[in-house]
């Protein structure tokens, strides 16, 4: 990328031409590149785009709040609140590749729904670099709307951040003027904290793994890693109160990287770490355990499924 300036006033150019006077959609995850992928396409046809946020129940803590407030200045920005789906769909599944499938799936059926309703013409998507090369790997299936294009006949598909790396996404999204709890933001996958529960995903489960996770994010900020997350990876027994519990473990996880590709665990101070068990041991009264993950990747990966 030659500097965010020049690279946004092309994109913005080029988009506009593609799209001309036609329609486009764009699914907004709320991560730094769906929200910068979506800022540029709206500077470029403005309220011909519509941004579709779907609520998919598996999201981080807040975040359905924040994206209306963040993106309030889109009048066609469509949140579309899906959890109860998503559950049913889930339920029972425990395989990992199933329930990115599952997800997937009704991923598009909701993002099809909201397409064909404003005749989406263009498809507008914040896939980067990275997304490209680990999609043609075999290490396992990427959601994010890659089914659509099948069932869906777009005139175009639009990826102005396809050559990016994680670190110039941001660099765009400052120039945007998008906010910093949007730019800086770490990763999270599309399938949201689906694929940080071991096994089937419940409520109870998503209870433990979205507070846990808020948890994370807000002790290991200071530390500014690549990604720091939680996952409830099983149960084991533990001692609340004057009770033994058979209750949940849950594993952090922080890691360096620069592209996610490959990654390094963090080193934490003993006090961090404390405090973060302390904190989710008491977040829900079934969290028996708090482990941390020294693992690099490889050999493991960065997500737990
Ligand atoms: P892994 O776990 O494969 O993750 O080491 C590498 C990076 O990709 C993110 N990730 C995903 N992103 N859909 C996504 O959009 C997915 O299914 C998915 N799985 C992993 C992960 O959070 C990390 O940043």
Do not use: C
Request: charged share 30%; hydrophobic share 35%.
């Amino acid at each position: 990328m030659v500097n965010p300036g020049e690279f946004i006033e092309e994109k913005v150019e080029e988009i506009a031409s593609e799209v001309g006077e036609k329609n486009a959609v764009i699914g907004l995850s709320g991560g730094v590149d769906s929200s910068t992928a979506a800022a540029l396409a709206y500077e470029a046809i403005g309220d011909q785009l519509t941004a579709v946020y779907v609520d998919t129940g598996l999201m981080r803590k807040g975040e359905t709040d924040e994206i209306r407030e963040t993106f309030d200045y889109m009048e066609s920005l469509r949140i579309v609140d899906a959890t109860d789906r998503f559950l049913e769909e889930l339920d029972g599944e425990t395989d990992p590749e199933a329930k990115r499938h599952v997800i997937g799936e009704q991923f598009i059926r909701e993002f099809e729904t909201v397409a064909r309703e404003v005749d989406a013409d263009y498809l507008v998507q914040g896939t980067i670099y990275p997304d490209r090369i680990e999609s043609e790997g075999t290490i396992k299936s990427h959601h994010n709307v890659g089914g659509l294009p099948e069932r869906i006949d777009f005139d175009g598909i639009v990826e102005p951040m396809r050559d990016l790396y994680k670190d110039e996404v941001r660099e765009v999204a400052r120039a945007l003027g998008l906010e910093e709890m949007i730019s800086e933001r770490m990763p999270f996958p599309g399938p949201g904290l689906a694929v940080r529960i071991i096994g089937e995903v419940t409520e109870e489960k998503l209870d433990v793994a979205r507070e846990a996770n808020h948890v994370v994010e807000e002790e290991l900020q200071e530390y500014e890693p690549w990604q720091a997350l939680a996952a409830v990876i099983g149960k084991a027994t533990g001692v609340k109160g004057d009770n033994r519990v058979h209750g949940w473990v849950v594993a952090v996880r922080s890691v360096e990287s620069r592209d996610g590709m490959t990654a390094r665990a963090q080193e934490l101070d003993w006090d961090t770490l404390q405090r973060m068990q302390s904190r989710i041991t008491g977040a829900h009264e079934n969290v028996a355990r708090v482990v941390y993950d020294v693992t690099h990747k490889p050999p493991a990966t960065i997500e737990y499924e």
